[in-house]
């Protein structure tokens, strides 16, 4: 799931608004979620971040808002556009990230993307990491090719392939949603 993140060495990061959610954790505080994760993930650290995205019906999970992508290192959009519904949480949560004392890669946002005129949580964040390569939802917006660009020097011997994600996120989330990841040895 989407619920966390880790750079793998014990630092995570999730949203607020999901993990605090009492539809999800209703009897639970910040304090007793990250000793559950310690216990069963190894959680050693925590990066609170505030909301997900705009219309995000996974209350906000953090990998449509962002990603480790080496340890230490963080990838959070940033608006591109005057319209982009997202512009100030993508500011929020490199704010946060930097006061935490992560190198923040500042990457690309889709913008506005809309479904039958309502805003979509269209994110490339959402990316999945497989052993050879890392599939990027794409949405035919303006930036397809500069986040692809953006995400390849963080990993060099994977091909960083492009593919469409629009009725994925239709049905709610996109490849890294879809997916179990199986760490290798």
């Known amino acids: 799931g989407g619920a966390v993140d880790t750079d793998g060495t014990g630092l995570f990061v999730t949203t607020e608004q999901c993990l605090l959610n009492p539809n999800r954790n209703p009897t639970l505080g910040r304090e007793q979620i990250e000793t559950l994760l310690a216990g069963s993930l190894g959680l050693s650290d925590m990066l609170w971040l505030g909301d997900g995205l705009v219309n995000d019906h996974t209350d906000g999970h953090v990998d449509n808002l962002a990603r480790f992508v080496a340890?230490?290192?963080?990838a959070i959009p940033q608006a591109t556009t005057s319209d982009d519904p997202n512009a100030a949480i993508y500011a929020d949560a490199a704010s946060r990230a930097?006061?935490?004392?992560?190198?923040?890669?500042?990457?690309?946002?889709?913008?506005?993307?809309?479904?039958?005129?309502?805003v979509v949580p269209a994110s490339y964040m959402?990316?999945?990491?497989?052993?050879?390569?890392?599939?990027v939802p794409v949405y035919g917006a303006p930036n397809d090719r500069a986040i692809l660009d953006a995400l390849a020097p963080f990993f060099p011997g994977r091909a960083i392939v492009p593919l469409p994600s629009d009725a994925?996120?239709?049905?709610?989330?996109?490849?890294?949603?879809?997916?179990?990841?199986?760490?290798g040895k």
């Open 71 to 74: 340890p230490g290192v963080i």
């Open 98 to 118: 930097r006061a935490h004392g992560l190198t923040v890669a500042p990457m690309p946002s889709p913008g506005r993307v809309e479904v039958d005129g309502e």
């Open 168 to 183: 994925i996120l239709a049905g709610g989330g996109s490849f890294h949603c879809s997916s179990q990841q199986m760490p």
């Open 126 to 135: 959402n990316f999945l990491i497989a052993n050879a390569a890392v599939i």
